[in-house]
């Protein structure tokens, strides 16, 4: 499986910004998919995750509200709508899978087996 993530740049404070992770080669429904971030000198957060399938969303309580993740199946593509953004959004934002299917959440960055090679995102205030 290869991720390929878009969508980053410059957003002034309140915002919005459509990230998207476009997978290829094998994709099962049972693959979980998450969105992190990271900021430098701070280890790699959980903020979004969703089956394949597109059921059961969770999100790091500071996005609840503010951010969506959804998935295009026809194209293999997951998305974060990211709205009324804030300058503590501001990080590099990775997308990831997991391809063995887990019933739980999956919010640490060592249960994911794909990556995909970020997309910088920047909110100034």
């Known amino acids: 499986v290869q991720l390929q993530a878009s969508g980053g740049g410059l957003v002034q404070a309140g915002g919005s910004l459509r990230l998207s992770c476009a997978a290829s080669g094998r994709t099962f429904s049972s693959y979980k998919m998450g969105w992190f971030r990271q900021v430098p000198g701070k280890e790699r957060e959980f903020v979004a995750g969703?089956?394949?399938?597109?059921?059961?969303?969770n999100y790091v309580d500071s996005v609840k509200g503010r951010f969506t993740i959804s998935r295009d199946i026809a194209k293999n593509t997951v998305y974060l709508q990211m709205n009324s953004l804030k300058p503590e959004d501001t990080a590099v934002y990775y997308c990831?899978?997991?391809?063995?299917?887990?019933?739980?959440?999956?919010?640490?960055?060592?249960?994911?087996?794909?990556w995909g090679q970020g997309t910088r995102v920047t909110v100034s205030s």
């Open positions: 990831a899978a997991r391809a063995s299917f887990v019933s739980r959440f999956v919010t640490r960055p060592e249960e994911y087996d794909y």
């Open positions: 969703v089956t394949w399938s597109g059921t059961r969303p």
